[in-house]
């Protein structure tokens, strides 16, 4: 139990559908940050959100977005949906966004897109 | 050249030998490394975190770094079958805004 939950655990969605994937952080932890994991590959950072605010963003297009609300929960959301957008979604969080400690990792949604 | 590049293997070793694992970063100013196991179909689990050239060591593991080559290892000694997974080399980068992560190194203990 690591302290950061995600919800649902798996999913299957049609091609065009949208999807909202949640988060819930340790309390205190003020970032998380969103990655993908594609079969085989390391994570692949999305977004991070900061306080609220979006703190940098990787090479994603803008049908993904995200929210983070004041009781440290967050929300990745994807529009129109691919089936290349099939992967492991993980969220992390920490105390700052660059957090010397590393970070500490949900056990992810696998989105799956048919 | 991507940011954080690791052989993606397999790598097989025997049990009870020493596995060694190897990242290589890009941005020299990256400021802390860290390795994470990750089981198939699991998330990923901090192992060890380093920040100074060198090595550290906690139990069987030990990172290593050097920062003039932009290279970091792990070394795990008296591997185990429950090794088996997949190391993931991690670097906060320059700017201290984000964790990137390498594809993986697969890891295999035969008996």
């Known amino acids: 139990e690591t302290g950061v939950t995600q919800s649902p655990t798996h999913l299957i969605k049609t091609r065009g559908q949208q999807v909202t994937l949640r988060c819930s952080s340790q309390s205190g932890h003020n970032t998380v940050s969103w990655y993908q994991q594609a079969l085989g590959q390391g994570p692949q950072f999305i977004f991070q959100y900061y306080r609220e605010e979006e703190n940098g963003r990787g090479n994603f297009p803008p049908r993904f977005s995200g929210l983070q609300f004041p009781n440290y929960s967050s929300e990745l959301n994807v529009n129109a949906l691919e089936l290349d957008d099939s992967a492991l979604y993980l969220c992390?969080?920490?105390?700052?966004?660059?957090?010397?400690?590393?970070?500490?990792f949900g056990s992810g949604t696998r989105l799956t897109v048919v | 050249q991507k940011e954080v590049e690791q052989n993606s293997g397999p790598l097989s070793v025997p049990e009870g030998a020493i596995a060694s694992l190897n990242c290589t970063y890009s941005?020299?100013?990256?400021?802390?490394f860290f390795w994470y196991r990750q089981y198939s179909g699991k998330s990923p689990e901090l192992i060890m975190s380093?920040?100074?050239?060198g090595d550290k060591e906690d139990g069987r593991f030990t990172a290593q770094l050097n920062k003039a080559s932009q290279y970091v290892s792990l070394l795990i000694r008296d591997s185990q079958p429950s090794d088996s997974a997949t190391y993931l080399c991690a670097v906060i980068n320059s700017s201290a805004s984000k964790i990137i992560f390498g594809s993986g190194t697969r890891l295999s203990i035969r008996p």
């Open positions: 380093i920040y100074s050239n």
């Open positions: 992390a969080s920490s105390v700052e966004p660059g957090d010397l400690y590393g970070y500490t």
């Open positions: 941005d020299r100013g990256s400021q802390s």
